[in-house]
């Protein structure tokens, strides 16, 4: 087991000091080196796919920040955060650099972070080391008077960018002209909108407007039962995985879940088809849940009998229903932290999050089940370079970065996500 941070071991990985493999040499690079890059999202995981051109980018980073050693970055940020004191809170999620949440106030995933702003309603500033999705939940749920900043503006989330607003408006009017907009006999409508939190505010506003709901991977099967006691299907968007994984844990037929593909006609389907669908898949997906494999699965069984194999729900099915377990983020974590017995874990997510739980809890031996050091292309650009700018910028008075959500796009959002508060408190 190896305690150093993803960040210390991709450097020596590049160093030819270890034998580990990365997917990407270039991560040993700053983030800054790519934020103006062209059509990816860096390196990482989701290096493959396509960035739309209208996401967020970052401008220069000025270079003390990139010149700066880890240990000088460091010793900003705690003077920077000294000097503001609780005037601002920063919250790191947990897939974030070791370096990045030595400094968070709180840790958690993404719903856990959005709402830890309320509890410290003091801070002016809620700086969140996470991504675009999570920033703009936080910028919703807080009060007016507070302001988020997202360190480096091009973290976003490639699973979000895969529904725009455009195509899922385009689907809906689709699905109305082949189901009508009246409810049936039972007085239920023909399909109920169901958003990952993972997705823009603008798709948590379209379901607000729509009948539909928010749900994050940890309360997925309570909102799809809110959803079905109220319409015949559901439209989820934009993880395909996260949608059909929990349909089938509810029993419903995979043959019954058809994918939607964005700008076809009837995303690719028959009438017939769609007719019969209970839960109709946006084609969504995350590049870093996407790269565990049964093989790999198999392989830790073969090397380490009695292993625990907990993967997220963001894997494909077929990793699904070979893990022992699955779960959100936050259930991996306390899954982990309940072991008495010393136990080997083999954990399907992302690699920052997997390796502290490594070090936290050395009585067991806890590996990523993908043996490739490969994290969060997105998540890995909130370097302390970002984190330490940020700070100093607000010492001097600047608010940097901020995300702000329009109000009406808010007004819907908010009520697709108390909708999801009320379906059952988290
Ligand atoms: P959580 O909602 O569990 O924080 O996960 C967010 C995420 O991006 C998973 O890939
Ligand atoms: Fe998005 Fe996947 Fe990264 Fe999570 S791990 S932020 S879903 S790309």
């Known amino acids: 087991m190896t305690t150093a941070s993803v960040n210390e071991r991709i450097q020596l990985i590049v160093k030819g000091q270890s034998k580990d493999s990365t997917c ?27 960035i739309p051109a209208d996401a967020p980018r970052q401008g220069v980073l000025p270079d003390e920040y990139k010149t700066a050693t880890q240990d000088e970055l460091h010793a900003r940020i705690v003077a920077a955060k000294a000097t503001l004191g609780d005037k601002v809170v920063i919250l790191g999620h ?24 309320k ?20 910028d919703i749920l807080s009060n007016d008077e507070q302001k988020v900043i997202l360190p480096n503006l091009a973290a976003g989330c490639s699973m979000a960018d895969m529904a725009d607003e455009d195509s899922v408006e385009d689907c809906w009017e689709q699905l109305m002209e082949l189901y009508g907009t009246e409810p049936n006999a039972a007085g239920l409508a023909p399909v109920i909108p169901v958003t990952y ?52 844990a509810m029993g419903i037929s995979v043959d019954q879940m058809p994918l939607w593909h964005g700008r076809k006609e009837l995303g690719g389907n028959t ?17 870093v849940h996407k790269r565990f494999t049964v093989a790999q699965i198999d392989k830790a069984r073969a090397e380490f009998p009695g292993v625990r194999v907990i993967v997220h729900p963001e894997s494909p099915m077929a990793v699904v229903d070979a893990a022992d377990e699955y779960g959100s983020t936050d259930y991996i974590r306390k899954a982990v932290a309940a072991a008495t017995e010393p136990t080997t874990f083999a954990i399907g997510t992302e690699i920052n999050m997997v390796q502290r739980l490594a070090a936290q809890y050395p009585q067991h031996n806890i590996f990523c089940l993908d043996p490739v050091v490969c994290p969060c292309s997105t998540m890995y650009r909130i370097h302390p370079g970002y984190l330490a700018w940020v700070l100093e910028r607000l010492v001097a008075g600047e608010t940097v970065n901020q995300i702000v959500v329009n109000d009406n796009v808010a007004t819907d959002a908010r009520v697709a996500l108390e909708r999801m508060l009320a379906a059952k408190p988290l």
């Not at 934020?35 to 796919?49: I, L, R, T, W």
């Not at 939190?197 to 798709?203: F, G, I, K």
Request: proline share 4%; net charge negative; aromatic share 12%.
């Open 119 to 138: 509890g410290r309603p003091e801070a002016e500033h809620i700086v969140f080391c996470g991504v675009h999705f999570m920033a703009e939940t936080a």
């Open 94 to 117: 947990f897939y974030q650099r070791e370096e990045i949440v030595q400094h968070a106030d709180y840790l958690g995933d993404s719903f856990q972070l959005a709402v830890a702003a």
């Open 197 to 248: 939190m993972n997705s823009s505010a603008a798709l948590k506003a379209f379901c607000g407007r729509n009948g539909g709901i928010v749900c994050t991977s940890s309360n997925a099967e309570i909102v799809l039962k809110w959803a079905f006691e109220r319409g015949q299907r559901v439209l989820f968007f934009p993880d395909q995985h996260l949608g059909r994984n929990t349909a089938k």
């Open 271 to 287: 009438a017939e088809q769609l007719n019969e669908a209970k839960v109709i898949l946006w084609n969504g997906f995350c590049s």
């Open 24 to 50: 990407s040499t270039s991560l040993a690079k700053g983030p800054w080196e790519f934020d103006g890059g062209p059509a990816a999202y860096g390196p990482g995981s989701s290096s493959e796919d396509v």
